[in-house]
């Protein structure tokens, strides 16, 4: 717990100096690169060897780019609409398997998931980061993200009665994810403080950010369900305490593009 505490503290500090001090191409550049670590980890998950392994972090990186030339900036709505739609499919289908053993999932659909979203949350990171005040309303929703999953694991280990889905993830509860929201709402009710949410009601505020993060758990069960289905344990050995990349955002994929809808929904694009 210790060095998982502190390499979380060391990677939320350094995604805070990059988000506010970059310019938006090398920002959108590094997160370029910590989108091919998370395809190059998907596809292990996948069990791609050899040069198909190497093809299919291009294949992501081609398709992100495609992203960027045709639907940036004016399709974000697109964009955002798409990978709302997907992770609530996602949704549905991990629990109707919560409670059994779903029927694993071919290669090849769990490749193309992964050359999917993962593009989807790059363009979505650097468009609200590209947009007025975008690295403040990036790290909010970034926040948004670290609390629900703080304050699950703590008021799971204090109160989990009820498992949330035993199948996919033994460790999480009911009990977390609520107190996951009620860490949620209560930065909503500070961010409604803010002089970049001045335009925004407190109850939109509030419903954007508990939906946010909503579906950041729905993003932790999917790649849950990943590791699983091959009986790994973390995705990699890059972040000591924390597995790998993947490991460590699988929330912000699901959640980052639903935030950019939430922006568009509120105005705060520009």
């Excluded at 005040?133 to 703080?150: E, F, K, N, Q, T």
């Amino acid at each position: 717990m210790r060095q998982r505490i502190i390499t979380g503290l060391l990677l939320a500090f350094g995604a805070v100096l990059a988000i506010t001090l970059l310019p938006s191409h090398w920002f959108a550049g590094l997160v370029g690169v910590v989108v091919a670590i998370a395809a190059y980890e998907w596809q292990r998950l996948c069990r791609l060897e050899g040069l198909a392994s190497g093809l299919y972090v291009v294949a992501t990186l081609f398709v992100g780019s495609v992203l960027f030339y045709f639907l940036f900036p004016t399709g974000l709505v697109i964009v955002a609409v798409g990978a709302l739609l997907l992770w609530l499919v996602l949704w549905v289908d991990l629990l109707r398997f919560r409670n059994h053993a779903a029927p694993p999932r071919s290669d090849t659909l769990r490749l193309l998931l992964g050359v999917l979203v993962l593009p989807l949350t790059w363009y979505a990171i650097v468009r609200v980061h590209a947009s007025d005040a975008g690295p403040w309303l990036l790290i909010y929703g970034m926040l948004l993200v670290w609390v629900a999953d703080s304050f699950a694991y703590f008021a799971g280990r204090a109160f989990g009665r009820h498992k949330l889905a035993p199948a996919i993830s033994p460790g999480k509860t009911l009990e977390g994810v609520a107190g996951g929201l009620v860490g949620v709402v209560v930065v909503s009710a500070v961010g409604a403080l803010l002089p970049i949410f001045a335009t925004v009601s407190s109850l939109q505020l509030a419903f954007w950010s508990v939906l946010v993060a909503l579906v950041s758990v729905g993003g932790d069960l999917e790649e849950s369900r990943l590791k699983r289905e091959v009986g790994a344990k973390d995705s990699g050995k890059l972040l000591p305490g924390h597995g790998g990349v993947l490991d460590r955002i699988d929330g912000q994929i699901a959640a980052m593009p639903v935030w950019l809808l939430a922006l568009w929904q509120m105005e705060l694009l520009g």
